[in-house]
């Protein structure tokens, strides 16, 4: 089994900023990427911004320049660096492993049990 364990997340003024973490424990031989996404009441889980074990890096249009992702995957930890945050991206983050048991190519999916980021004045 594997456990995604979030953290960072808390009450900001509009314009501030924030920073998550997300740390990756248990049976893992390889993490092929790794992810941030977020769901706001009332509306569908949405991707954040990705990045995979080479480096590869992808942002959803309505955080690209404000919000960077980075992270180690031979480490199992990812970071989302979040400036200038806006009253629309309060939301519940959640954080996503893509893993590998061994050296077999089969892939599992994880998910943290999310962290609250709520952008208020």
């Known amino acids: ?27 893992i031989y390889m ?3 790794m992810g941030w996404y977020r769901q706001a009441p009332g509306k569908e889980r949405e991707l954040v911004a990705t990045i995979t ?7 959803a249009d309505s955080v690209k320049g404000r919000f960077t992702i980075s992270g180690d995957t031979a480490k199992n930890t990812v970071y989302l660096q979040m400036n200038n945050l806006k009253p629309e991206d309060t939301a519940v983050y959640y954080c996503k492993g893509r893993v590998q048991y ?7 999916e994880y998910w ?3 962290t609250q980021v709520t952008v208020s004045s």
Do not use: D, F, I, K
């Not at 074990?53 to 942002?59: F, K």
């Not at 061994?102 to 599992?108: D, T």
């Open 1 to 27: 089994q594997v456990q995604l364990v979030e953290s960072g997340g808390g009450l900001v003024q509009p314009g501030g900023s924030l920073t998550l973490s997300c740390a990756a424990s248990g049976t």
């Open 31 to 33: 993490t092929n990427a």
């Open 53 to 59: 074990r080479g480096g590869t890096t992808a942002y």
């Open 102 to 108: 061994s050296l077999l190519p089969v892939e599992h």
């Open 112 to 114: 943290g049990q999310g």
